[in-house]
């Protein structure tokens, strides 16, 4: 029936969202020990800090099957060149 396939697929689009969400939460995990020091660290550690961040973000793209394309990447590289600006 009509209703039977409209359920359906809004069930299959949660389900695809929460798989997003899940792995999108693995790989922000991954960069987040990055965090701590940029927003407590002393601000000469950052060219420390940089290329292993910057590393860790194209991981990111080059794995995740969510984060892999040039909006979202592009927005998560504005977010952490905002934190390192407020540093």
Request: glycine fraction near 2%.
């Amino acid at each position: 029936s009509h209703v039977f396939q409209k359920w359906t697929s809004v069930h299959n689009e949660i389900i695809d969202k929460w798989h997003e969400s899940q792995n999108n939460v693995q790989y922000l995990c991954a960069i987040q020990k990055f965090f701590d020091p940029l927003y407590n660290g002393d601000p000469e550690t950052l060219p420390d800090l940089l290329p292993a961040l910057i590393h860790g973000i194209r991981m990111i793209n080059n794995t995740s099957r969510f984060y892999n394309t040039s909006e979202r990447i592009s927005s998560l590289f504005i977010k952490v060149i905002l934190l390192v600006k407020i540093v």
